[in-house]
């Protein structure tokens, strides 16, 4: 079973909320087939709260994490990147790991994540729709919708977002640390796309969901913050 993206099959790991549609099929010993249809619903992944808020440091040892949301961005049909949410101390807390660095024409591979705060799901990013990035190098960015078709990056950024980055051999994880004030509080819907961008060149992105767009939120997957 996999996700359509393209000419690429994806794989049915972490699938992003939605009604889908698995095939099964057969063959008796008489050569006969007959396929069958099964419905089903993923439906939207709950941010945990947590007791205990991580320490953004880079460290993937802090409790939290292996409490948080994992969500699987796809790189290909047999690897992922991981990321797990968790909410703690006012904070929305982000990891993410087995991150990629730049090559080809990139001088810095980046992360992070885009929020609609109120789930409106609006064909264009709006001017309330965030996204919290850092680059291999540490370097945070903030980028906000126009209503126009584009999220330029925001030359005020908002305060309170912290990041830090711990780089390993031919890999690099983060952490992110985004304030309840940012997103419009806590326990309500949102939607959310987590990806891994510009690794061998501009534009080129690994989603999740696998076939979001930047700039559309009714394209990234519906959460429950709480």
Known sequence: VGIKAGVSELPFVNPP????????????????EATTFLNFEVLPPPIPNWATAPTI???TGDPAWLFGTKILIPIDATRS???????????LYILIQGLRYAGGSSTAAFTGIRIDANAS???LAQTNDYGFFVDEWGNTSQQAGDGAGGMPVMSAPLAGFAAAVERHE??????LQIPDSLVGGWNYGARIKL??????????????PPLATYASPQSWAPVWFG
């Open 170 to 175: 031919g890999s690099w994880i983060t952490e």
């Open 57 to 59: 440091d880079g460290d």
């Open 81 to 91: 990147i991981e990321a797990r949410l968790v909410h703690a101390d006012s904070s």
């Open 195 to 208: 990806g891994e961008y510009w690794i061998t060149y501009t534009g080129d992105d690994r989603n999740w």
């Open 17 to 32: 909320p939605g009604i889908y549609q698995a095939g099964f099929g057969g063959r008796d010993s008489d050569a006969q």
């Open 121 to 123: 799901g609006d064909p």
